[in-house]
């Protein structure tokens, strides 16, 4: 040791490609599902129904109270006891960062959707639109443009996030650099790689949002 | 057109209405006044249910609003409502602004109701900008678009809680004169509004609130005449002097 040996990122790209495709494609998933599911948790939470906005305020404030790694450790225990065959860890990911992430997307939705004036609710309904079509076609946008900038910048730890399935040794980028660099004996290097593309990815996507706010800023 | 009986509202303990009552032939202009806070917003709202009422009885056309077996969409698709803040949906075009209800609500065609809102547009002077956003248009011309979204829906009243008290000076005439002109056609009219020109203008019936209360209700003439109650007198000397 004490001396690095770079020339184990060549022969590791193949590896790392692979892991990379599999956190991107993961973070899309979740973040997709996320969206979706996080969007009706908060019309549930924002339900004048009161049992429905209490179930959806439990779920959401459950996920948030528990570490992340703990709850892919669990699914990963638990979702084979209920389907009753194994997943893999790729499923098993994929399923809890969708349902991990709706809890943290339902509250920044919830805000989207209060962030909308009334006067806007008010003339959906004075032109006939049922609350339901006002949600669809005024609200419902005008939230999600409105928050667009903090749905990215939480898919942007969502990604990050992503490297804990290590945990549950889901083949993503981190898990990829940990096996070449123990096949290697170079592992250092290979966590350093790991962390330069995180990194890489990660800041350009920031700047990119960040951008993005100000048009948003601009249009509003 | 619009009955209004014994319209009593409140907030909590807060009492907002007190016993209103005052009906609007069909058409009829009638113009509302009164002091900030007084109720006007919540009354002219509770005539299409968007603000809900607890005692009392509103008729519209025909239908009760607070009956909970009134299709209240269904109505408020039949009456027309222009807002202080014009409340065009920002993230539409012009065109999609005026089309959108038409379509979902009284299930017309896509071509159709682009073709209905064109017209209404080009009615009050703005089939040029039919493809552009809200924020790209003055607050004169969106509050126009807001009346041609209204009137694109071929309602049978119009309801307008003050269209022009977030204008600049310069932008009040432009959405005055479609109204004047709205109202020379015989649309009925129910008007929030502190723009006496226009109420001596086009309004048959004058009513005063205060504190939740319609105060006074009298012909136009009378009311700029002689108002019969001293708060009126005091209000109108005020505005009239402003
Ligand atoms: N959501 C609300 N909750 C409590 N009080 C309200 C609410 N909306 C209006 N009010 C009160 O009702 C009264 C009448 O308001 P409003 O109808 O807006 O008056 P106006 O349009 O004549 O200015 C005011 O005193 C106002 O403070
Ligand atoms: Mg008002």
């Not at chain 1, 290590?166 to 981190?174: M, N, T, V, W």
């Not at chain 2, 504190?211 to 000397?237: N, T």
């Amino acid at each position: 040791m004490g001396e690095f040996d770079f020339s184990v990122w060549g022969p590791s790209l193949p590896f790392i490609r692979d892991g990379l495709l599999f956190s991107l494609r993961l973070t899309l998933i979740a973040m997709t599902g996320g969206i979706v599911i996080g969007t009706l948790l908060a019309l549930a939470r924002l339900s004048p129904f009161k049992p429905l906005s209490l179930a959806a305020g439990a779920y959401v404030d459950t996920m948030r109270s528990i570490p992340l790694v703990l709850v892919i450790l669990w699914f990963f225990l638990v979702i084979p006891f209920l389907t009753g065959k194994p997943v893999g860890a790729e499923t098993s990911a994929i399923i809890t960062f969708t349902a991990f992430e709706a809890a943290f997307y339902c509250e920044i939705m919830r805000s989207g959707i209060q962030s909308v004036p009334r006067g806007q609710v008010w003339a959906a309904q004075a032109l006939g639109l049922t609350p339901a079509q006002a949600m669809l076609n005024v609200v419902l946008p005008q939230a999600l443009r409105n928050m667009l900038p903090v749905l990215l910048t939480q898919s942007i730890v969502l990604f990050q996030d992503t490297s804990l399935v290590y945990a549950i040794g889901a083949k993503d980028l981190l898990k990829a650099a940990d096996v070449v660099g123990k096949n290697y004996n170079r592992p250092v290097e290979m966590i350093v790689l790991s962390a330069l593309i995180y990194f890489a990815i990660c800041f350009s996507l920031s700047l990119a949002v960040r951008q993005l706010q100000k048009r948003v800023a601009i249009v509003r | 057109m619009i009955e209004i009986r014994d319209v009593s509202k409140s907030y909590g303990a807060t009492p907002v209405l007190k016993g209103c009552s005052t009906t609007v032939a069909k058409g009829e202009v009638v113009v509302v006044c009164g002091p900030s806070g007084s109720g006007k917003s919540t009354l002219i709202k509770c005539v299409n249910g968007l603000e809900p009422f607890q005692q009392g009885r509103i008729v519209v056309d025909g239908v009760s609003v607070g009956d909970p077996a009134t299709n209240l969409p269904r109505l408020r698709a039949r009456v027309g409502m222009v807002f202080q803040h014009f409340e065009l949906f920002p993230h539409m075009s012009v065109r999609r602004n005026l089309a959108l209800a038409q379509v979902q609500v009284l299930g017309r065609s896509a071509e159709e109701a682009d073709a209905r809102g064109l017209k209404l547009l080009d009615r009050v002077g703005l089939a040029a900008h039919a493809d552009k956003h809200p924020a790209q248009l003055s607050g004169g011309q969106q509050q126009r678009v807001a009346i041609a979204r209204a009137l694109a829906m071929d309602p049978v009243c119009m309801l307008f809680d003050e269209p022009t008290s977030a204008l600049d000076p310069e932008m009040i005439g432009e959405v005055l004169d479609v109204m004047v002109e709205l109202a020379r056609e015989g649309m009925t009219m129910m008007v929030v509004t502190h723009e006496m020109g226009f109420a001596r203008q086009v309004a048959q019936r004058i009513l005063f609130m205060d504190q939740g209360e319609i105060v006074e209700d009298s012909p136009a003439g009378d009311f700029f005449a002689a108002p019969k109650s001293q708060r009126a007198q005091l209000f109108l000397s005020r505005i009239l002097h402003h």
